[in-house]
């Protein structure tokens, strides 16, 4: 979820990953942040999140991620949308 000063937005996340949504098929959606403090490098591994976050956490998903950098965040309250700030999802997507 990205957060900023207008709180009439939510950040919605589409993961691209089976564990992801394999776990998501058994909780429904999950109200999360990214796996990093505000402001801080983007965390791209458990081993990583750990030493960050240590036991604060109760649980890690063992693994890295998938395309090393941060999420797309798209604005759909613009029309045909505008890209706050551009990861591994290009838009728009090829497919549209």
Same mark, same amino acid.
């Given at each position: 979820?990205?957060?900023?000063? &207008?709180p009439i937005s939510i950040g919605v996340r589409v993961p691209d &990953?089976?564990? $992801? *949504?394999? !776990?998501?098929? *058994? @909780? =429904?959606?999950?109200a999360v942040t990214s796996a990093n403090r505000s402001g801080e490098n983007d965390v791209t591994s &458990? @081993?990583?999140a750990?030493? *960050?976050? =240590?036991? #604060? *956490? $109760?649980?890690? !998903?063992?693994g890295a991620s998938v395309h =090393? #950098? =941060?999420s797309t965040i798209i604005d759909f309250r613009i029309e045909g949308g505008e890209i706050l700030r551009e990861g591994p999802l290009k838009w728009p997507p090829s497919y549209c």
């Open positions: 979820m990205l957060v900023q000063k &207008n &990953n089976e564990l $992801a *949504i394999e !776990l998501l098929k *058994i @909780t =429904g959606p999950l &458990n @081993t990583e750990e030493e *960050i976050f =240590g036991v #604060s *956490i $109760a649980e890690y !998903l063992e =090393g #950098s =941060g």
